[in-house]
């Protein structure tokens, strides 16, 4: 005859699922859906913060390149006014000696940068004599550089650049910001679930559900890149 062989179910096997209340119940749902919702709530922050990071080093690279060109072109600016400075005192001296075959020869190697400040320089009349001419036509006001112009709008260019990424890199830091919070609604979300006494529980859950309402109103108010 076979013996009977009893078998015990354990105690936490067989009565455990009628200890746990509709209370309990409901707040192990809500701490999940806490859980849930935070995990999706970091992946988003954390991707838009390395976007962001992204974004800062390219604007800044682009800055600094920016300022690099706006250098160059003033320093050529700088050369090609000293030429035109050196070719006006050429043809200045000549033209006080009265030496005109040279002073002609000077004046048709002006630059064609240079050419308009002169003509109008001499259309003052006899600016070599009148008090009120202007003593040299690289302060007329049609003495334009080119090179100078392309070097402020580059500047201006690297000046802009640098604020984007300036603001890239605090918008970056309000998310990873903002992810310090999901992660400490991470953390009462899975600690409630730890402990018996329900009013804590529930004080946990709670103090979770605020922190991620506060993260979710920043990640909205925070720009999308």
């Known amino acids: 005859m076979p013996e009977h062989v009893h078998v015990h179910v354990p105690h936490e096997l067989e009565e455990g699922h009628e200890h746990v209340s509709g209370r309990e119940r409901n707040l192990e749902i809500v701490a999940a859906l806490l859980l849930a919702v935070t995990t999706l709530c970091i992946a ?40 035109d400075l050196l070719n006006f005192n050429r043809w200045l001296e000549a033209k006080s000696d009265g030496n005109a075959p040279l002073a002609d020869l000077y004046e048709r190697r002006f630059r064609d940068e240079f050419r308009p400040a002169f003509d109008a320089w001499i259309a003052q009349g006899d600016p070599l004599t009148a008090d009120l001419a202007v003593p040299t036509p690289l302060r007329m006001p049609q003495y334009v550089l080119a090179g100078e112009v392309k070097a402020e709008k580059l500047e201006a260019l690297g000046d802009r650049r640098f604020a984007e990424g300036k603001d890239a890199t605090e918008t970056a830091d309000k998310y990873v910001f903002a992810t310090v919070f999901f992660a400490i609604v991470l953390f009462f979300s899975g600690v409630s679930l730890r402990f018996e006494w329900m009013r804590l529980r529930m004080i946990m859950v709670v103090a979770a559900t605020l922190f991620l309402v506060w993260g979710i109103v920043q990640l909205f108010s925070l720009p999308v890149h």
């Open 44 to 83: 988003w922050s954390g991707y838009q913060a390395a976007k962001w990071s992204g974004l800062q080093a390219r604007r800044y690279t682009q800055a600094s390149a920016a300022r690099s060109l706006a250098n160059r072109s003033q320093t050529q600016a700088s050369q090609a006014r000293l030429q």
